[in-house]
C-alpha cells in the first residue's frame, strides 16, 4: 500500500464497531462509479473525522508532524500505533490513529459487509491493500 491514497469520489463515515476497534470509510457505486471502496482501520485508539469526504485523501503522518496534528490527543499514540491524516485533496481535516489499514475496490454492493473482513469474498476484489 502506498501513502497518499486518494479517491476523487465521495466517501462517508460507514461505521465503527466499539467491540473491535474498527472503523470503515465507505464509497458505494453510483455516481458514476461501477465500483465499491472501502478503506478500513483497525485496533484504533481515537479519530477526529467529518461524516463525508469528497476526493478522500489518506496519508500516513510521520512522527514529527504528529503532535501538531493532533494536539491534545496525542497521548493516545501507542507504541504500535499509527499516526494517518484523512481529508479531502488538498487538505486535512481529521486523523485516525490506528495499528493497521486497508482498501479494497470490489463489485459489491451497499449493504454488504466488506471483502476486507471477509476471505469468501476475494473473488469480488479488483483491486487491495495494507499497511503495515
Request: avoid cysteine.
Given at each position: 500500500m502506498k501513502f497518499p491514497l486518494r479517491y476523487n469520489r465521495?466517501?462517508?463515515v460507514w461505521s465503527y464497531q466499539v467491540s473491535h476497534n474498527?472503523?470503515?470509510l465507505r464509497s458505494n457505486s453510483g455516481r458514476g462509479f461501477v465500483?465499491?471502496?472501502d478503506v478500513m482501520f483497525r485496533d484504533v485508539a481515537a479519530f477526529r473525522l467529518r461524516r463525508t469526504y469528497e476526493n478522500l485523501a489518506v496519508d500516513l503522518v510521520p512522527a514529527s508532524d504528529a503532535f501538531g496534528l493532533l494536539g491534545g490527543d496525542m497521548e493516545t499514540v501507542?507504541?504500535?500505533s499509527?499516526?494517518?491524516s484523512v481529508g479531502a485533496v488538498g487538505?486535512?481535516?481529521g486523523f485516525v490513529v490506528a495499528g493497521t489499514c486497508h482498501f479494497a475496490?470490489?463489485?459489491m454492493e451497499y449493504g454488504e459487509p466488506s471483502a476486507i473482513d471477509h476471505s469468501e469474498f476475494a473473488s469480488r476484489v479488483?483491486?487491495?491493500g495494507n499497511f503495515p
Open positions: 465521495r466517501f462517508k474498527v472503523l470503515l465500483d465499491r471502496v501507542e507504541f504500535d499509527y499516526v494517518f487538505g486535512v481535516s475496490e470490489d463489485d479488483t483491486r487491495s
